[in-house]
């Protein structure tokens, strides 16, 4: 799989239950940026939002954070090596 991610540009995650998931460090050891929905634990794990990893809250916010990392790479680029 994290051939696949390195493929891409964002990856969307999604943690349930306010759990990591192995996709969110799948994804950061591809090297592509991922887009995760905020929870506590990511911020436990030492990974910072805008930094690390695109967060978002709701439907609307991810949609809006996928085009805005989308139309902006170097941003991109820059989350998705600090991630890494």
Do not use: W
Request: net charge negative; glycine share 6%.
């Amino acid at each position: 799989m994290t051939e696949k991610y390195a493929e891409t540009r964002i990856v969307l995650n999604y943690c349930l239950n306010n759990d990591v998931n192995m996709r969110a460090f799948e994804v950061l050891a591809s090297g592509s940026a991922m887009l995760c929905n905020r929870i506590p634990a990511l911020e436990a794990c030492g990974l910072i939002d805008g930094v690390h990893y695109i967060g978002y809250s709701n439907v609307n916010e991810m949609l809006i954070q996928c085009r805005k990392y989308l139309d902006d790479p170097e941003a991109r680029e820059k989350i998705a090596l600090a991630g890494h």
